[in-house]
T-cell receptor, first 111, second 114 residues
Framework: DQQVKQNSPSLSVQEGRISILNCDYTNSMFDYFLWYKKYPAEGPTFLISISSIKDKNEDGRFTVFLNKSAKHLSLHIVPSQPGDSAVYFCAASSSARQLTFGSGTQLTVLP | ETGVTQTPRHLVMGMTNKKSLKCEQHLGHNAMYWYKQSAKKPLELMFVYSLEERVENNSVPSRFSPECPNSSHLFLHLHTLQPEDSALYLC?????????????FGPGTRLTVL
């Protein structure tokens, strides 16, 4: 059973608008969450993270929100740019143990 | 070379072949990882080496055999694979071998087992 779920395999957004990528988890022991971005023919690259003691972390155009009661986190990209088109993976860990990844969401930003 | 490199980038092998995947990191990290990514599935952690010692092995079949001769190099030896082993194999490294440490990934080896 998947402990980290990304239920939307794909998302299309117009350039300049907001992209919202969602991730749900089932393990209440998870205390650290990350987003990775992957372009074709490249490995995933770290994007942004959040600890469970926070509910929001912002880095430029990227903001991650954590709702612990709902076991849900989301990544907001605003404004979206064509170069943001990639697969986005959500990942989580508990007590510094190894990462558990979601299956990814393909974001396409249309010019 | 910079970052994490993997060779070969593509590999096609028969079920009776023996091959090896190579990963090298140029970041001075002390932990290295093998992941498997099958289509539409999450990245699955296969092995973790921290300070050249295997610290995690997620019930991976014995037809996959890792080797970490030093902190910069990691191999995945393959033998008698099955078609369902066809996937993208990703190597990663980090400073520190826990989920709190940012992992840097290589570009992966696309493996096809015939």
């Amino acid at each position: 059973d998947q402990q980290v779920k990304q239920n939307s395999p794909s998302l299309s957004v117009q350039e300049g608008r907001i992209s919202i990528l969602n991730c749900d988890y089932t393990n209440s022991m998870f205390d650290y969450f990350l987003w990775y971005k992957k372009y074709p023919a490249e490995g995933p690259t770290f994007l942004i993270s959040i600890s469970s003691i926070k509910d929001k972390n912002e880095d430029g155009r990227f903001t991650v929100f954590l709702n612990k009661s709902a076991k849900h986190l989301s990544l907001h990209i605003v404004p979206s740019q064509p170069g943001d088109s990639a697969v986005y993976f959500c990942a989580a860990s508990s007590s510094a143990r190894q990462l558990t990844f979601g299956s990814g969401t393909q974001l396409t930003v249309l010019p | 070379e910079t970052g994490v490199t993997q060779t070969p980038r593509h590999l096609v092998m028969g079920m009776t072949n023996k091959k090896s995947l190579k990963c090298e990191q140029h970041l001075g990290h002390n932990a290295m990882y093998w992941y498997k990514q099958s289509a539409k599935k999450p990245l699955e952690l296969m092995f973790v080496y921290s300070l050249e010692e295997r610290v995690e092995n997620n019930s991976v079949p014995s037809r996959f055999s890792p080797e970490c001769p030093n902190s910069s190099h990691l191999f995945l030896h393959l033998h008698t694979l099955q078609p369902e082993d066809s996937a993208l194999y990703l190597c990663a490294s980090s400073q520190g071998g826990t989920g709190l440490n940012e992992q840097f990934f290589g570009p992966g080896t696309r493996l096809t087992v015939l």
